[in-house]
Structure formats: structure tokens, C-alpha cells
């Protein structure tokens, strides 16, 4: 099973991107849904994250209040929102997926995901 994560872009400060990820292949178990960004010289960063029940949502500290996570269980996808967006948000964002039912002190973990997109190129500048 792959991820695959699209909706990337070039956008200007204060602007918005919806990030999509999708599995390919044989249906995906899961019990979290994660996406983690990483700018250049830097490490990779939890963003967001969504169980599969839909009960528990984690975001950082650094996009609450701009950004959004989802999923449609339906179409087996999942997204985030992101809106008023800053140049410090430039990054490759990439989705992962836990077999775990992560918790507030896990969510952000980067072992505890066990199968990840190729990342997307988000480029928030003037």
C-alpha cells in the first residue's frame, strides 16, 4: 500500500492549500492519520493528526487555528486545510499512517507511522 499526497503549490502569505492524500492498493488498515511537514535543513515535524473513529484530532501548536485535518471514510482519503498561510509554513508536507490508536503524547511521533506518502511541495512566499 502507498500513499499518495497532492494539492501542493506555490501561494502567497495569507493564502490557502488543501492537501490530499489518498492509499493506492490494497485497502489500507489504519488507526491514525498523520501529516508531518520538513523544511530544508530541518527535521521532520508533526503538523496534524486524525484517528480513524474520528474522535481524537491533534494539531501543533504552530498552525492551530489555520489549520484543518479530515478525512472522508468513504472515499478513503484524507486532507488539510491550510489557510492564512506563512512563509514559515514552506515545506514538503508528506501523510503517514499508525496502525496505532495514537494519543496526545504519541500523535507527533514520527516511529509510531508505519506507511508514508512521497510528500507534496508547499512554497508559501511573495
Known amino acids: 500500500v502507498q500513499l499518495q499526497a497532492s494539492g501542493g503549490g506555490m501561494v502567497q502569505p495569507g493564502g490557502s492549500l488543501r492537501l490530499s492524500c489518498a492509499p493506492s492498493?490494497?485497502?489500507?488498515?489504519?488507526?491514525?492519520v498523520g501529516w508531518f511537514r520538513q523544511a530544508p535543513g530541518k527535521e521532520r515535524e508533526a503538523v496534524s493528526a486524525?484517528?480513524?473513529?474520528?474522535?481524537?484530532?491533534f494539531m501543533s501548536n504552530s498552525v492551530k487555528g489555520r489549520f484543518t485535518v479530515s478525512k472522508d471514510n468513504a472515499e478513503n482519503m484524507f486532507f488539510l486545510q491550510m489557510n492564512n498561510l506563512k512563509p514559515e509554513d514552506t515545506a514538503v508536507y508528506y501523510c503517514?499512517?499508525?496502525?496505532?490508536?495514537?494519543?496526545?503524547?504519541?500523535?507527533?511521533?514520527?516511529?509510531?507511522?508505519?506507511?508514508w506518502g512521497q510528500g507534496t511541495l508547499v512554497t508559501v512566499s511573495s
Open positions: 486524525i484517528s480513524r473513529s474520528y474522535t481524537r484530532k
Open positions: 503517514a499512517t499508525s496502525r496505532y490508536n495514537l494519543i496526545t503524547s504519541s500523535w507527533s511521533q514520527t516511529a509510531q507511522y508505519d506507511t
Open positions: 492498493g490494497r485497502n489500507l488498515d489504519y488507526s491514525t
